[in-house]
């Protein structure tokens, strides 16, 4: 009990039951779902107590594949591990504390003066005109793709200027002009420890990468948006789901385009994905209907470009970027198309609690095993 929180959850369990609770249970089945002769392990023909026993016994060693899953998973697991150990392991070095920080025992003030300096050049001049950009657009002119780059650009405003506000304080406490306080302590902390500070993260997009990693990942953010600030009225010909704060207004935005274009109610509408077969650089124009999108890695299965469909990942690969994805508003059918696997999209690969949507993705295989593989789409997959 206490492991079904969501409809995901339940979606997955139901799937277990599905394939587990029928009759052939007890002649003979195959216990490893969809496993295809990578591995078996039939279930056992009514015998004794000991050659049950005995059958269990014969199991094969434990594997993802048992669950339904892809090898690969075991490799995402273990990396998880290893990170959660190396990070307790640098906590109990010493690498924290309140006063020693302070006094230099587990922190190198110089190495983080230098990293306030860096990330300070890097941001202090990063400010969007957007009270000017509104302006300058008459209330016609804006549209509900205009009102999510406006919000976008406040919320990146609004980080910088947080950023800033607390480095250049740091660099004062560091100079003995301001009394370092616990936050400045916790600032420091963090950057020694290529860290996100705690309140970076509250006021920035959800993301699962070091300190170095996210600078840049910030700095691209800033390009998409500057796009856009130098042409307004027109958003970029493919949106990057993955540099967005707030994807899930994007979405919502073409949906309320298509309610304002065919006087649709925006509650019945759904976001269909279609996945083309282009690049980002082989787009040259807007499409017909919704936008096109990019960012978006598959985790768990690869997108076979050449017949259109989901398939299994290769060994090792654990992400697969999808190419241009065409997204569009149409009214929410209740229909179960079998060969569509209703694919949840996270915005980075720890998954809960920041789901997106679900996207549409053809299927040449029964959709239940991408489900029991944990299939999903990661927008931000970090450093990976």
Excluded at 148 to 157: A, T
Aim: hydrophobic share 40%; net charge negative; proline share 5%.
């Amino acid at each position: 009990g206490g492991h079904i929180v969501d409809d995901l959850d339940r979606r997955m369990c139901q799937k277990y039951l599905l394939y587990f609770m029928r009759d052939d249970l007890l002649d003979e089945i195959e216990m490893i779902p969809y496993a295809e002769g990578k591995l078996s392990w039939m279930s056992p023909q009514s015998a004794p107590h000991e050659k049950y026993l005995e059958h269990i016994e014969n199991m094969p060693a434990e594997s993802p594949l048992f669950f339904g899953m892809h090898p690969n998973a075991e490799i995402n697991f273990r990396t998880t591990q290893c990170d959660k150990l190396f990070d307790l392991l640098v906590t109990l070095s010493g690498g924290s504390g309140g006063s020693s920080a302070s006094q230099g025992e587990g922190l190198s003030t110089v190495s983080v003066e230098a990293v306030c300096v860096e990330i300070l050049d890097e941001v202090q001049d990063k400010k969007f005109p957007t009270e000017d950009v509104s302006r300058s657009m008459g209330d016609d002119d804006k549209g509900p793709y205009q009102f999510v780059f406006l919000q976008e650009c406040d919320y990146m405003n609004g980080l910088v200027h947080e950023m800033v506000r607390g480095l250049h304080e740091l660099n004062l406490g560091f100079k003995g002009e301001l009394t370092m306080s616990e936050q400045m302590e916790d600032l420091a902390e963090s950057l020694n420890r290529e860290k996100l500070p705690s309140w970076w993260v509250k006021l920035g997009f959800p993301s699962t990468r070091p300190l170095k990693s996210w600078r840049t990942n910030l700095q691209e953010r800033c390009v998409q948006l500057d796009e856009w600030i130098n042409d307004p009225m027109n958003i970029p010909k493919v949106v990057d789901l993955s540099m967005l704060f707030n994807p899930q207004s994007f979405l919502t935005a073409i949906k309320q385009l298509c309610c304002q274009l065919q006087g649709l109610e925006l509650d019945k509408l759904l976001v269909y994905t279609d996945v083309t077969k282009r690049e980002v650089k082989q787009i040259t124009d807007m499409p017909k209907e919704g936008a096109f999108v990019t960012g978006m890695f598959l985790e768990g299965a690869r997108w076979d470009t050449i017949g259109s469909c989901v398939d299994d990942s290769r060994p090792k690969e654990m992400f697969v970027k999808l190419p241009v994805v065409c997204c569009k508003a149409g009214l929410a059918n209740d229909k179960i198309d079998k060969n569509i696997y209703y694919c949840p999209t996270y915005a980075v690969p720890t998954r809960r609690p920041y789901f997106v949507f679900f996207a549409q993705l053809r299927t040449k295989q029964v959709a239940d095993k991408w489900v029991l593989g944990g299939v999903a789409i990661i927008l931000d997959i970090g450093s990976l």
